[in-house]
């Protein structure tokens, strides 16, 4: 069971426009969420982060939305650059009795076009 | 500089191989965690670890086993290697759960097995 899913496999945009990616999740007890971005051969690394007491989290071209009743939540990209193409995994974690286990979904390739 | 570092970039393996993947972490963190990468599935819990020799199977244990004698190292093993588990294998580790939980990841290990 997929508790969290990028249905979105790849995505290609025009340098300088937003990128948004998208990820559900079904699992209502995890309260934090964070993307992370891997390029090949190299391990993934921390992009943003936001916990479930917020909607939104920003942190220069990247903003997290988090939509609690939809369990859906959302990474932009403003505005793209050719340097952000990349695989996008967002993963969730539990905070009561949590391990600091992270789920992933599936990852989502951007190709940011120049 | 937070650093986890696996032994290996590329492994190239036979069927029926007893395989050591070695991970090491500098930052002290309590939790390590190895997962693999495939194409479509995302990056998928194999082991985790919250204390030394201690562990807890993750979503796709089956195959290998896992040793942590020292807080620092985290190894995977493969008792007998199989292609199907020719794979990316990432090693990550983090520090308790708290609102700016995030996992390091190393770079990762190209696993082929012939």
């Known amino acids: 069971d997929q508790q969290v899913k990028q249905n979105s496999p790849s995505l290609s945009v025009q340098e300088g426009r937003i990128s948004i990616l998208n990820c559900d999740y079904t699992?209502?007890?995890?309260?934090?969420f964070l993307w992370y971005k891997k390029y090949p051969a190299e391990g993934p690394t921390f992009l943003i982060s936001?916990?479930?007491?917020?909607d939104k989290n920003e942190d220069g071209r990247f903003t997290v939305f988090l939509n609690k009743s939809a369990k859906h939540l959302s990474l932009h990209i403003v505005p793209s650059q050719p340097g952000d193409s990349a695989v996008y995994f967002c993963?969730?974690?539990?905070?009561?009795?949590?391990?600091?286990?992270?789920?992933f979904g599936q990852g989502t390739t951007l190709q940011v076009k120049p | 500089d937070v650093k986890v570092t696996q032994s290996s970039r590329y492994l190239v393996k036979r069927t029926g191989e007893k395989v050591f993947l070695e991970c090491v972490q500098d930052?002290?963190?309590?939790?390590m965690f190895w997962y693999r990468q495939d194409p479509g599935l995302g990056l998928r819990l194999i082991y985790f670890?919250?204390?030394?020799?201690?562990?807890e199977k993750g979503d796709i244990p089956e195959g290998y086993s896992v040793s942590r004698e020292k807080k620092e190292r985290f190894s995977l093993i493969l008792e007998s290697a199989s292609t199907n588990q020719t794979s990316m294998y990432l090693c990550?580790?983090?520090?308790?759960?708290?609102?700016?939980?995030?996992?390091?990841f190393g770079q990762g290990t190209r696993l082929t097995v012939v």
């Open positions: 990550a580790s983090s520090s308790p759960p708290g609102p700016n939980t995030e996992a390091f």
């Open positions: 699992n209502s007890m995890f309260d934090y």
């Open positions: 936001i916990s479930s007491i917020k």
């Open positions: 993963a969730a974690s539990r905070g009561s009795g949590n391990t600091g286990k992270l789920i």
């Open positions: 930052m002290d963190h309590e939790n």
């Open positions: 670890s919250y204390d030394v020799k201690m562990k």
